[in-house]
């Protein structure tokens, strides 16, 4: 809340600075004063503005890749001056960038479901690639939650590569997560269902609905995922949620949290318990912890069962080899989330005000000793709670998902509290901090609902502390009411200092998504082209495309009675050639390179009653391909203001009537 002791405040330090200050210095000091004043602004709000204003030129330390939630997309967001830097089009069309209108189709169309083309996805989880557990830059993952997908983003160019339709679920959360130097993509699935979406009535859920997850085989080289060396390992029937790969100390192994280990099958209208009370029967869930060295060895060696054409790991192989082990988690478990040494896994159940930090040694004790406490419904083993368990750290209602600082610090977000707290790990971190071990030291309020948590490189081996940000669900009465459809309130929190000092500094309204989660990588770890490398370049193979059209060779080519061929260049401020003449019916092939060598040359090309829409930047090609089905006078035109004669840059496309 504001007061006039903020004001106050406000004057007693421009006061206090203009008199140590040159004439020059006071006037400006007074003018802060004023418009400070003017505004109503506090002292802390002027710090703050210090922090995150960002003045033209000056550029962002670090860079969020944000999910986009049901928009499908990804969003880039520098930090800290919290301004959209761009959306990547993934699973969703996006006109600006071209992506769906001619280009971009056929990796769109990779991800369509049993032939059925889905165009949107529901981004939940963004994985940036990883070397020795470190984020490298390179890549990005994401998945979509609602039809089981999985992108790749190449962040040469910042563009979807490739989707990979999962064969054998629906729905997928526990992802998208890497190994720590992206052997795998790792793609925990959601709410079970049979195989390769089977009809089984809900009465049968117990047999024949599954749980699982996904190991995609990386391919840095390629920078594609490599379906034919990916395999997946059967689970039981539970919801399988947010997972996460052990690193260093606990390379080699994965963690799911799971809910619905009580196989509720719903069913209000029937007088049955809803979901919600019936996923949330028992005081515990299982943390599922998997060593997949061992799964991919068993994978290689060939004890897989076909499904849909997908190698399975079968549960009854699982549990034989013994890659599953099972652990109680309490309350409603949603985030599962490994220390930066790799030594613990925090765990935070959405009904219990506490976190749950697990220790790996103890679970690789429990696991060697077979200190069990039985085995769950399926005949997987159960270690022993008390075994495994390191500390339960009070930290509010409603814990969610769990960051790290350099300095010792874990951060976990409170969705019912409204607020990030910050405690101490325990162990080896306690010198990097002051307060004792596993301890509540403080909580900062956001606004409001928070889901997931960011903190700067904050789940590597190394977190930077610094920043965290917390992706709040719900803006209510931060911004101006866009109408009922509210933004989401991204808040960017100042956690350099330690102890209870860990003020919000700048709201972000988002209001192009629902962001779940979110990953904040160092700025100079990125390398990105501003120019495509060579002229005549295939941003969907990262090659010369040797049919690129070249200055010189812009022709349109009748290839035979229903075929054209069309070879374009595009520079400022011209489209060669200017005139495309086909007849009704042709298949029309279009290519077209943007010859440019300028940073931020990009032109635009659409071609109206056609749905062609293209985003050529300087050195790109494309080529797109429809069949002029409709005679007519259309001009082309570029889309981009690229230059004084902009709107010259124009062509007509004339499509003769047959007889
Ligand atoms: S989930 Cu959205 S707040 Cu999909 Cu990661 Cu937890
Ligand atoms: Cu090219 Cu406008």
Redesign the pocket.
């Known amino acids: 809340m504001r007061t006039r002791t903020g004001f106050r405040s406000v004057l007693a330090a421009g006061v206090l600075l203009a008199g140590t200050a040159s004439p020059a210095g006071a006037q400006s000091m007074r003018d802060v004063q004023q418009a400070a004043e003017a505004r109503g602004l506090t002292t802390a709000d002027l710090l703050a503005a210090a922090k995150t204003f960002t003045p033209t030129g000056m550029k962002d330390e670090y860079i969020i890749f944000s999910s986009g939630g049901h928009s499908g997309q990804v969003f880039v967001i520098g930090v800290p001056s919290m301004r959209l830097l761009r959306t990547i089009a993934v699973f969703t069309p996006e006109p600006w960038q071209g992506w769906g209108y001619g280009v971009g189709e056929e990796i769109l169309a990779d991800g369509d479901v049993n032939g059925q083309p889905n165009r949107w996805g529901d981004t939940?989880?963004p994985a940036l690639s990883e070397t020795n557990g470190d984020y490298d830059g390179q890549f990005l993952f994401i998945n979509d939650?609602a039809n089981a997908r999985v992108a790749v983003i190449d962040l040469r160019d910042f563009e979807t590569k490739q989707i990979v339709k999962n064969p054998l679920i629906i729905n997928d959360?526990g992802g998208t997560f890497v190994t720590p130097n992206t052997e795998y993509v790792i793609e925990g699935a959601q709410y079970s269902t049979p195989w390769a979406q089977e009809y089984a009535p809900i009465h049968e859920y117990r047999e024949k609905y599954k749980g699982s997850v996904t190991m995609w085989k990386f391919d840095r080289e390629k920078g594609r995922i490599d379906e034919s060396q990916s395999f997946a390992i059967e689970l039981p029937p539970y919801w399988q949620d947010?997972s996460d790969a052990g690193k260093l100390v606990s390379d080699g192994y994965m963690f799911l949290n799971s809910i619905n280990t009580e196989l509720a099958t719903g069913g209000i209208e029937n007088k049955k318990p809803p979901f919600e009370a019936g996923v949330s029967m028992n005081a515990t869930d299982y943390l599922h912890i998997i060593d997949w060295h061992k799964a991919e060895k068993v994978y290689k060696a060939g004890k897989t069962m076909e499904v849909n054409g997908f190698p399975v790991i079968p549960l009854n192989v699982v549990i034989e080899e013994g890659l599953l082990y099972l652990t109680p988690e309490p309350r409603s478990p949603?985030?599962v989330d490994v220390t930066p040494k790799g030594d613990f896994l925090v765990v935070a159940g959405k009904l219990d005000p506490h976190v749950t930090v697990y220790s790996f040694a103890k679970i690789k004790d429990a696991i060697a000793n077979q200190t069990f406490s039985g085995k769950d419904d399926f005949g997987v083993p159960v270690l022993d709670f008390d075994s495994v368990v390191e500390a339960q750290v009070e930290v509010g209602l409603g814990p969610?998902?769990t960051q790290f600082g350099p300095d010792g610090y874990a951060y976990t977000s409170l969705?019912l509290d409204s607020a990030v707290a910050r405690w101490t790990l325990g162990g080896p971190y306690a010198s990097g901090h002051s307060e004792p071990d596993w301890t509540l030291v403080h909580k900062t309020p956001v606004h409001y609902n928070v889901?997931?948590i960011g903190a700067a490189e904050g789940d590597t081996v190394s977190p930077d502390g610094k920043y965290l940000v917390s992706?709040n669900?719900w803006s209510v009465d931060r911004f101006f009411p866009t109408g009922p459809l509210l933004p989401q309130n991204f808040q960017l929190i100042d956690i350099s200092k330690q102890g209870s000092e860990m003020p919000v500094i700048y709201d972000m309204p988002i209001g192009v998504g629902e962001p779940?989660?979110a990953q904040i990588i160092k700025a100079d770890k990125l390398d990105p082209w501003t120019v495509y490398p060579e002229i005549g370049w295939d941003p969907q193979t990262q090659a010369v495309d040797p049919w690129a059209p070249r200055p010189k060779m812009e022709r349109v080519e009748r290839k035979d009675d229903h075929t054209v061929e069309v070879y374009m260049t595009a520079v400022r401020s011209h489209f060669t050639p200017e005139h495309v003449v086909v007849k009704e019916g042709d298949k029309v092939i279009w290519r077209i390179t943007n010859i440019e060598r300028a940073v931020d040359a990009t032109h635009g090309f659409c071609v109206p009653q056609f749905d062609i829409n293209l985003s050529l930047e300087p050195g790109e090609t494309a080529t797109f391909e429809f069949i002029a089905d409709e005679p007519g006078t259309y001009p082309y035109y570029c889309t981009e203001f690229c230059s004084a004669l902009h709107l010259e840059m124009m062509g007509y496309f004339l499509v003769e009537p047959r007889e």
């Open positions: 939940h989880h939650k959360h947010l949603h985030g969610l998902h969705f889901g997931h992706y669900k779940h989660y």
